[in-house]
């Protein structure tokens, strides 16, 4: 019995809770590390690259595995998937002005002569690409994560 511990329920999920804690932990970091290294302090690829393909990789993993635990679940009431639809949209949009607002700020910030109509431009039509598919994206989440957790129940 040296070194084995009864480990019920409550521990487990104590455990799984500083995990998920550790975890947002390093992703706040990082993300704020390449955030300021770009926008901030404006430096190479090279010194950025390293610290945005970890960043990458963790979302990617985590997102995976969520949809294969089926944790991406719709909800049982028609009312409540009606406003889930809603935060799906607003979300998306809220994250494509986000996005356009960076770029058109990085390219007026840059040090070349930009033309402002052809930039404006571009980043819509970027934003709108950006819009449908972080909002297609979402819903195949939604459904792959849906048909996971059905398989995990028989």
Not at 3 to 12: P, S
Not at 46 to 53: A, P, V
Not at 136 to 146: A, D, E, L, P, V
């Amino acid at each position: 019995m040296k070194g084995k511990g009864i480990k019920d329920e409550r521990i487990q999920g104590e455990v799984h809770k500083l995990m998920a804690h550790g975890f947002t932990i390093v992703f706040v970091g990082i993300a704020a590390s390449v955030f300021v290294k770009v926008f901030v302090l404006h430096l190479d690829l090279k010194y950025w690259l390293d610290s945005f393909l970890i960043l990458m990789a963790a979302c990617f993993y985590v997102t995976l595995r969520s949809m294969r635990g089926g944790l991406f679940l719709l909800p049982s009431k028609a009312g409540e998937v009606q406003r889930l639809k809603k935060t799906n949209l607003i979300s998306g949009a809220a994250g494509a002005l986000i996005w356009a607002i960076l770029m058109i700020s990085y390219d007026l910030l840059g040090k070349d002569e930009v033309d402002v109509v052809a930039s404006v431009m571009s980043t819509l039509v970027g934003s709108v690409v950006f819009f449908f598919g972080i909002t297609w994206m979402q819903w195949f989440m939604i459904k792959r994560s849906n048909q996971n957790a059905d398989k995990h129940l028989e």
